[in-house]
């Protein structure tokens, strides 16, 4: 007799793992949402992510912040819940015990629901430099950026036995905690971790000159063989997850030599066992789901050789959480391709097909579908730019497009300047092109003051906004309106990078004129003047008229589908402020007060 779809799942499931990823500091929130994942169980052992810390804190902040420490203030690195008797005088006991707290009690959710556990970590993280007055002989690399950093951190020497016996001690009171503890995924070389000597490390190889010669796959598979060995000596192994960044040269000397029930995805080297399906990340935009990406994702669930399958709702570097709306749609996806699987593309087409007339009504069906299908495809050329690192972390979204950054007074550049990512205020405030690492490339080929890729892609994506709203009568049209809404937010920043950018390229194009504020002869000398003038003006209305459809939207219903700080105090590099409407307003304001700087630079139309 030919079994099911359902029972063949049920005896895959021993070999199946389903971690999902999701950020909570809420515990109603984290139920509701361990309560969704539950429905993935029939078909793998679920384990849901019980790593977060109680709220944000300026714990290990230099004075005066410091962009690239920003990046960990809310990363649940283990020696924050569990510090190793050696580490903890140099943390806040009470900061401690919040965090694990907060980690017991979604312990204590999963349990009652019948769920595993998975945790996400950074390591060899960096420790506080009281620390390494201490203990000097385990200091390790420096793992800061120096371009983005105000000072220098170093994290533990990973090839120091004394380190490894401390990370194992703490990796097994994770365990003893969380006793279905099964998947420990951790990042390194990235976000404040890193290995000593190192290709990837921010200020290059460093490091101990002792262990410079030993070869990496050596002491990462120390680190890892720790991992498992603490885990072991409380209760049982785990599988250990490694996410970060290697060379290929690193890589290959790690592969042939990894413990059992390791994984490692390095870079553009995933690995063969692990998938990973998840919904679209378009921070700070948030509701958007990409139907056809989460269906294709589903078909890896089923390929024999995966083990493991991520399923990440949480944003980039944990700033807010997803909507439990879009959890639950592509939570519907998934069970759904479980039974009735695809392995082609017109398969796929026919289920996000019966999908959509699930969601906006048979009549809708192929509507729908047409949409979903053009977002799919126009999702790509957007990724040009970054709508986190570029309109969030460079300000993008809320500060003013101006010709000449400098003529802005302290009160103008005040509510945006300190958090941009940069430890350089005159770069953060001069070089719109300086994007997180490094300077996006400027030399643009081509017609400079319009990329008709992404403005192409943008089209589209306001079109399939606009199919959805039209959808008055679909059975589920808050959902459709939710990813609408998303959209249009998407799309917006994604424009105001754009505009950015070509905007930069305006100044690069006119540096010597803005640093003598004198107008210089034209490149293109014709009877209208200079051409770059009304390419400028161009690009400067494309961006009033955004902002001010972004505010229109945000009154009107888009506030749940952008990230935001909870509070003011809370805004940062990587979060955008509550008062985001009074910014955008205040942006607006600015860029019409300074509307007639460029006619410093460049000629005018003489009509």
């Not at 929130?29 to 804190?57: H, M």
């Not at 943390?91 to 019948?114: F, P």
């Not at 969380?178 to 290059?204: E, K, R």
């Not at 003011?568 to 509550?578: H, K």
Request: aromatic share 10%.
């Amino acid at each position: 007799m030919r079994k099911t779809t359902k029972a063949r799942h049920e005896e895959q499931a021993p070999q199946k793992v389903l971690a999902l990823r999701h950020c909570a500091s809420s515990l109603s929130d984290y139920r509701d949402f361990a309560q969704i994942a539950a429905r993935l169980a029939p078909y793998g052992r679920v384990c849901v992510e019980v790593s977060d810390l109680a709220q944000k804190t300026d714990y290990g902040l230099p004075p005066g912040g410091s962009p690239w420490h920003e990046y960990s203030t809310y990363m649940p690195v283990l020696h924050r819940v569990f510090p190793h008797p050696k580490i903890a005088p140099h943390l806040s006991a009470d900061w401690v015990a919040r965090n694990r707290e907060l980690v017991m009690a979604k312990q204590a959710i999963l349990a009652e629901l019948g769920l595993g556990a998975c945790y996400f970590d950074c390591a060899p993280f960096f420790l506080p430099e009281s620390f390494f007055r201490e203990f000097p002989h385990l200091r390790g690399p420096r793992v800061d950026h120096p371009r983005r950093s105000t000072r220098a951190e170093f994290a533990p020497c990973s090839d120091q036995p004394e380190y490894l016996e401390m990370l194992a001690w703490m990796v097994g009171e994770l365990k003893r905690a969380v006793p279905q503890l099964a998947v420990y995924q951790f990042l390194s070389n990235d976000c404040g971790g890193g290995f000593c000597w190192s290709d990837f490390l921010y200020t290059g190889r460093n490091g101990p000159r002792d262990c410079q010669v030993r070869p990496m796959g050596e002491r990462m598979r120390g680190v890892i063989q720790a991992i498992h060995d603490g885990a072991i000596r409380s209760g049982g192994d785990i599988d250990v997850h490694y996410k970060g960044n290697l060379s290929r040269f690193e890589y290959d000397t790690l592969w042939p030599i990894r413990p059992p029930n390791t994984y490692l995805g390095a870079g553009s080297r995933p690995d063969p066992e692990t998938a990973h399906v998840g919904h679209v990340v378009a921070d700070p935009a948030r509701g958007l789901f990409d139907p056809f990406a989460v269906v294709a994702g589903a078909e890896r669930l089923r390929d024999p050789m995966v083990h493991t399958c991520f399923i990440n709702f949480a944003p980039s570097y944990r700033r807010g959480s997803a909507l439990l709306a879009t959890v639950e749609k592509v939570v519907d996806i998934l069970v759904d391709c479980q039974e009735e699987p695809t392995h082609t593309l017109l398969e796929r087409v026919a289920k996000v097909r019966k999908l959509s007339a699930r969601w906006a009504g048979e009549a809708n069906a192929d509507k729908a579908t047409e949409a979903f299908y053009a977002l799919h495809h126009a999702l790509g050329p957007t990724r040009k730019h970054s709508s986190f690192y570029e309109g969030v972390s460079t300000r993008h979204v809320t500060r003013p497009l101006v010709v000449n950054p400098g003529l802005l007074t302290p009160d103008e550049e005040g509510y945006f300047l300190p958090h941009v990512f940069n430890v350089s205020r005159k770069a953060a405030r001069e070089d719109y092109a300086d994007i997180h690492g490094g300077r996006k490339d400027t030399h643009w080929q081509g017609n400079w003051f319009w990329d008709e890729g992404v403005q192409g892609a943008l089209g589209a994506l306001r079109g399939v906004a606009k199919t959805l709203e039209s959808l008055q009568d679909a059975p589920e049209k808050a959902l459709l309106r939710q990813v609408a809404t998303a959209l249009r937010i998407y799309a917006s920043v994604i424009r105001s990078c754009s505009n950015f950018f070509f905007g930069q390229v305006f100044r690069d194009r006119h540096r010597d004129a803005i640093a003598s504020g004198q107008i210089e002869a034209p490149r293109v000398r014709t009877e209208w003047g200079d051409d770059d003038f009304a390419a400028w003006y161009e690009t400067l209305q494309d961006e009033l008229h955004n902002v001010a459809e972004l505010i229109t939207l945000l009154k009107e219903r888009g506030s749940e589908c952008i990230i935001t700080a909870n509070a003011p105090e809370e805004e940062d590099t990587f979060v955008l402020a509550p008062d985001l409407l009074d910014q955008l307003t205040r942006k607006s304001e600015i860029m019409v007060a300074h509307w007639r700087d460029a006619e410093s630079y460049v000629l005018s139309p003489n009509k």
